[in-house]
């Protein structure tokens, strides 16, 4: 049987502050962008569904550590998950305490044109600095550009830039690495000078504003395949164009 290929969300905000109404924003931003989605199950120890009638209620009261434990669509076919992490101060920039959500969902055609709504979704209801969306393929490549090695700094692949450690980011409104989908808050993209009429247009083409003034940006049509060159080409022209990101412009 062959694996399903996922596309793979994270949004970076800041951390929770107690029973935070962000964590359950962020799940009823992603049901609101998929039709039909309703993520009302956690997982047993074996891995099996259990329905939660009082779903908010359970989330709301799990909340602990600044995240929020796995929910999911109950699906074991066809499985949609998100939860939340707090990523402590040490590793985040001006030692700053931040709240992480991550979702899986598969990447077929109903997601695929879904996946900037559910991108904005999570992104703004958790109230997200900034986010990404990519095939998980992708992110893996995407990883090697802060991952360190044995000898030191990373060793990026495809020709990609190596980027700065996250806690080695000046300020958390910039965004540590691009993906396929890109959410900016106001902030962020304040932070790395988008958009430019001058020098966007091409991005500007697939991008949409958000209620709150950010932006989700795509940087290709279809999802990004960096094994597709013309693919490679976008990210590496938009590493270029926002040096800002990944902690790469001159302090």
Not at 49 to 62: G, S, V, Y
Not at 107 to 130: C, F, H, K, M, Y
Not at 182 to 207: K, T, V
Request: proline share 9%; net charge neutral.
């Amino acid at each position: 049987m062959t694996t399903r290929k996922r596309l793979t969300f994270i949004v970076y905000a800041p951390a929770l502050a107690g029973k935070d109404r962000r964590a359950i924003d962020s799940v009823h931003g992603m049901e609101k962008a998929l039709s039909g989605l309703r993520l009302e199950w956690r997982l047993s120890k074996n891995g099996r569904p259990i329905a939660l009638p009082q779903r908010d209620a359970w989330l709301t009261e799990k909340i602990e550590d600044g995240g929020f434990p796995l929910v999911c669509n109950g699906d074991e076919s066809y499985p949609v998950t998100v939860w939340g992490t707090e990523n402590p101060g040490h590793f985040s920039p001006g030692g700053q305490a931040q709240f992480e959500v991550h979702a899986k969902l598969p990447l077929d055609e109903p997601v695929i044109a879904s996946a900037a709504a559910v991108l904005e979704g999570v992104a703004e209801g958790a109230r997200a600095r900034w986010g990404r969306a990519t095939p998980y393929d992708a992110a893996v490549d995407i990883a090697y550009q802060t991952a360190p090695t044995l000898d030191g700094p990373p060793s990026p692949r495809r020709g990609l830039p190596a980027l700065k450690l996250f806690e080695h980011i000046r300020a958390p409104e910039i965004p540590y690495y691009l993906g396929w989908l890109n959410y900016w808050s106001a902030a962020a993209a304040q932070a790395i000078g988008f958009p430019d009429p001058s020098r966007d247009a091409e991005l500007l083409s697939r991008a949409r504003r958000t209620e709150t003034g950010g932006w989700v940006v795509q940087l290709t049509d279809t999802p990004l395949d960096l094994d597709n060159p013309a693919h490679l080409d976008a990210l590496k022209r938009a590493y270029e164009r926002f040096p800002e990101i990944g902690g790469r412009s001159a302090p």
